[in-house]
């Protein structure tokens, strides 16, 4: 049993303010991941800070951009008229994620924050950097089947475990927080963070700021779209590798094309070099299989996860078949 103190914040201010005051405590939103850590002893906050009743939770368009409160939930977001007509790529990509029950109560914010799945970081037996920097890197020469091929270090290999974000970083989401020095916007591709020498730090987020919403621009993806999500089981498991294909095209020709991956980095990956090099070509089996090529250049396996590889590339193609071929 460990014993912590339990209060609810009505605005973004007071959340910001009790936080800062105490170095000990923690936002707690939907639950699902916080709640995990503490029973398992990776963390133990003397303090929990409830922001889910937080006026944070609206899905509105202002000036052409769509807004998505921090605490609206995953479900929600998923189902929303919206999101459906304007954002689909979003919908498919949450609605891959975890089961019902949990998007039920999963907020955005908390998708956005929840810690990987490494099965190190979480047995406090075991050594581990992210959660005990200077301890060792279990996962490196252990059982690594489901780490990074993209991004590490040899510090930390472990991936951001969210499907919602990899549709985010393509869709060229930007976060805005507020916190004890104002108010800031994080485009979201810096808003995760590779793992360097320092892998505690899962994001460029300061202690005590708040995810306000998130925003999304305008954008002609909303027919040509696929999230594919591989996994070891159909539902209610992580992704193995992931592939979110938005595609604006004319016929068989690409006008232009994003591609993000999960289970791959210790953020939600982007492939510029493919997107580039698909631009303006006629949409081909062949023409995918190359831009795959190049946008697994770079990757390096660690052993259990040396089927990632072949994965990875197939899992691109596969998207974006899917995704072009949509009518
Ligand atoms: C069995 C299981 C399977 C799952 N499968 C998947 C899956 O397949 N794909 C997937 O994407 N996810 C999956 N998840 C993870 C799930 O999506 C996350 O647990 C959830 O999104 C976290 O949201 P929450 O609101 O419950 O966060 P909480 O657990 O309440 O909080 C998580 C962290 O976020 C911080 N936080 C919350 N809101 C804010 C904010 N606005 N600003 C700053 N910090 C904030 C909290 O302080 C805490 O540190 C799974 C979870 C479980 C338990
Ligand atoms: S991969 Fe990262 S999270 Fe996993 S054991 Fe290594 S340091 Fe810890």
Redesign the pocket.
């Known amino acids: 049993m460990i014993n912590f103190d339990f209060v609810r914040v009505a605005t973004a201010k007071a959340a910001v303010d009790a936080l800062t005051k105490d170095n000990s405590a923690?936002?707690?939103?939907?639950?699902?991941?916080?709640?995990?850590l503490m029973k398992k002893g990776v963390l133990s906050p003397r303090k929990l800070i409830d922001?889910s009743k937080l006026p944070l939770n609206e899905i509105k368009k202002e000036s052409g951009r769509l807004s998505i409160g921090?605490m609206a939930l995953?479900s929600d977001v998923a189902d929303d008229e919206l999101i459906q007509k304007e954002q689909p790529l979003l919908s498919m990509a949450l609605k891959a994620?975890?089961?019902q029950q949990?998007r039920n109560?999963?907020?955005i914010?908390?998708?956005m924050?929840?810690r990987t799945r490494c099965p190190y970081f979480y047995n406090t037996d075991m050594p581990c950097n992210k959660r005990d920097p200077g301890t060792g890197c279990g996962a490196l020469k252990g059982f690594n089947r489901m780490h990074a091929i993209f991004g590490a270090s040899d510090k930390c290999i472990a991936v951001h475990?969210?499907?919602?974000c990899v549709a985010l970083v393509a869709l060229d989401a930007t976060v805005l927080v507020t916190g004890p020095r104002g108010d800031r916007r994080i485009p979201f591709r810096d808003f995760h963070r590779l793992p360097g020498n320092t892998p505690e730090k899962d994001n460029t987020?300061q202690r005590g700021e708040?995810?306000v919403s998130i925003e999304l621009p305008e954008n002609r993806f909303s027919k040509n779209f696929h999230y594919l999500k591989i996994r070891d089981r159909t539902s209610?498991?992580?992704a193995l590798v992931s592939v979110a294909a938005a595609m604006d095209m004319d016929g068989s020709k690409i006008n232009e094309v994003r591609l993000g991956m999960g289970g791959v980095a210790h953020k939600p990956w982007r492939l510029t070099e493919a997107e580039n090099y698909l631009k303006g070509k006629t949409a081909s089996e062949d023409v995918f299989r190359q831009a795959a090529e190049l946008g697994m250049r770079d990757a390096k396996a660690y052993g259990y996860n040396n089927f990632k590889l072949k994965l990875g590339p197939n899992t691109i193609v596969e998207a974006l078949k899917a995704a072009s071929a949509k009518s």
């Open positions: 923690q936002w707690i939103a939907g639950g699902t991941n916080l709640i995990d922001i921090s995953n994620g975890a089961s949990l109560m999963a907020t914010g908390g998708n924050m929840q475990p969210s499907d919602m987020l708040l995810i209610y498991a992580f």
